[in-house]
């Protein structure tokens, strides 16, 4: 285990010795101490490494990150996991606004609730949330899942593409063209799956399942003002 | 984007230390908003008597031989703080008016940034931990305030465009966020008879609510007003004599966090400037929701 203080050392050397372990390293674990809140910590990695951040984090924690696992032992500031290529991120308490934006695969794990617009623009990304989504979560989402054991906030889902959502609780209220859909066999598959790969707890059968009502795929004169 | 921070201490024990903790929160903030900074702090409250913070660009011409002159003028006892840019006129309660239309007469160039019984403003141009320097902000005792370093985008780098805005007497306002029907909402203040001094989209939404609360609306009511007839992004936190609120706009993009524990309830733009305080590590953390007005009160 590597131990890493980021207030002594600095965060451009946390990121370029996070960034700079090849796919066969040998320092495959790392603890970051004194985080702080501080923005941009573990962005950009690359390879199977395991890295925990003890504390809270701000902006952009784990960005961009590709095969590494990222847990943070705190909650996380706007943008976590956004762009994920692959890998996971764990949050043990809450998300901020935008958690897992755009995120092409990989998956997001949030312990606590998340704020608002997670999983914005999602591309392939799974995001499993334990707690609470705020408003506008998926909005504009393209494909992956998001699972929500709790309650979403106001227009889930608004204009969205390819992607299912799964919400054990109630939703304020659906986005443009998001429509409630039936549950299929595949789909109690995939929640199965990200269950059991993210260690909530809930049933698969407790879900309900949204997507796209497919009416804003092609122009429509009526939707135009 | 601004930096906003606010404590609201509920253990006796910590009032001494609050200058120094909103200090601190304060420069955490500076890269959020290295333009001007701010400060409402909330003292003690001695019976009768009333605080009038003044600022002036030339303190030695505006500031010499004033306090005689206002006593003179108004026949009362009266005591004159300078600090830097800043002073602080203690006087009766009862004279508050007074004061205010006689300082009018004698140095038009004096500009009031706060009046009321407990409260004082200080805000300056420059970088947070150089104007916290300026006015001794970490020396500054009391139960409570709120601070904000200003990343200039509606209006002009300037005293006047600074935060925290005062609302009415011991009332204030920080704002993160940019309103965009200012201007219509200035002329229709302006057509009510409520005035305000610079360019500023906060002073406007601060001039807002002084005027909802002027027509018979608690603070509250204002700010819940606010959420129909203020368009635009914003973080609000204003600050009152035994409290302080906390608003988000419907869309809720401007961040905001905030932390209690049995000693304080603390706010932050991030939770960077929460870091330091005491017993932080075991606080109840949690984002205020949308549209939704928070409230604490001592």
């Not at chain 1, 952009?60 to 956004?82: F, Q």
């Not at chain 2, 903030?29 to 702090?41: F, K, L, N, V, Y």
């Not at chain 2, 965009?180 to 807002?208: I, M, P, Q, T």
Request: charged share 25%.
């Amino acid at each position: 285990m590597q131990i890493f203080d980021l207030e002594a050392k600095g965060l451009r050397a946390l990121n370029s010795t996070l960034q700079g372990q090849g796919p066969d390293t040998n320092e495959t674990a790392w603890e970051i101490v004194n985080a702080k809140g501080s923005h941009a910590i573990a962005v950009g990695l690359t390879a199977p490494i395991d890295v925990t951040v003890r504390g809270s984090t701000g902006y952009y924690c784990a960005g961009m990150n590709a095969e590494a696992t990222v847990r943070v032992d705190g909650s996380a500031g706007p943008g976590v996991a956004e762009n994920m290529m692959s890998g996971a991120v764990i949050v043990e308490g809450d998300a901020s606004q935008y958690a897992g934006a755009t995120g092409h695969g990989g998956l997001l794990v949030i312990k606590g609730n998340a704020a608002s617009r997670c999983g914005i623009s999602m591309k392939g990304i799974d995001i499993v949330v334990q707690g609470n989504v705020g408003h506008m979560s998926a909005f504009m989402a393209q494909s992956g899942n998001l699972v929500v054991c709790g309650d979403a906030g106001e227009a889930l889902g608004d204009s969205i593409y390819e992607a299912h959502l799964f919400v054990r609780g109630t939703v304020k209220s659906l986005g443009a063209d998001c429509v409630e859909k039936e549950m299929r066999p595949e789909h109690l598959e995939i929640l199965k799956d990200l269950i059991t790969r993210s260690g909530v707890e809930a049933r698969p059968e407790e879900f309900t399942r949204y997507g796209s009502a497919r009416k804003l795929y092609n122009f429509d004169i009526d939707n135009a003002y | 984007m601004c930096g906003i921070v606010g404590l609201f201490l509920k253990d006796k024990a910590l009032q001494p230390e609050l200058g120094r903790m909103l200090t601190d929160m304060l420069i955490t903030m500076s890269d959020r908003g290295p333009d001007s900074a701010g400060i409402a702090i909330y003292g003690a409250a001695e019976a009768g008597r009333a605080k009038l913070t003044i600022q002036a660009h030339d303190p030695d011409m505006i500031f010499t031989g004033l306090a005689n002159e206002l006593r003179d003028e108004l026949d009362v006892d009266i005591s004159l703080r300078v600090k830097d840019t800043h002073a602080v006129i203690d006087l009766p309660e009862s004279k508050l008016q007074a004061a205010r239309a006689a300082l009018k007469k004698l140095r038009p160039a004096a500009r009031v940034m706060s009046a009321g019984e407990v409260m004082e403003i200080y805000k300056e141009v420059g970088l947070p931990g150089d104007v916290a320097a300026r006015f001794d902000i970490p020396k500054l005792e009391g139960s409570h305030g709120i601070g904000h370093t200003r990343m200039a985008t509606e209006s002009a780098v300037t005293t006047l465009g600074a935060h925290p805005f005062s609302t009415g007497a011991d009332q204030c306002l920080v704002h993160n966020g940019s309103l965009s029907n200012h201007n219509s909402l200035r002329r229709k203040l302006a057509r009510e008879g409520v005035g305000v001094e610079s360019e500023n989209d906060s002073e406007v939404a601060a001039a807002y609510l002084s005027w909802k609360m002027q027509e018979g609306s608690t603070l509250a009511e204002a700010l819940e007003s606010g959420l129909d007839d203020l368009d635009g992004f914003y973080t609000f936190v204003v600050g009152t004599k035994d409290g302080f609120g906390v608003v988000r706009d419907p869309i809720a993009c401007k961040p905001a966090v905030m932390a209690e524990t049995d000693q304080y309830v603390a706010f932050g733009s991030e939770y960077r400037a929460l870091v330091n305080l005491p017993g932080i590590e075991d606080a109840r953390v949690w984002e205020p929701e949308p549209a939704t007005v928070y409230f604490w009160k001592h």
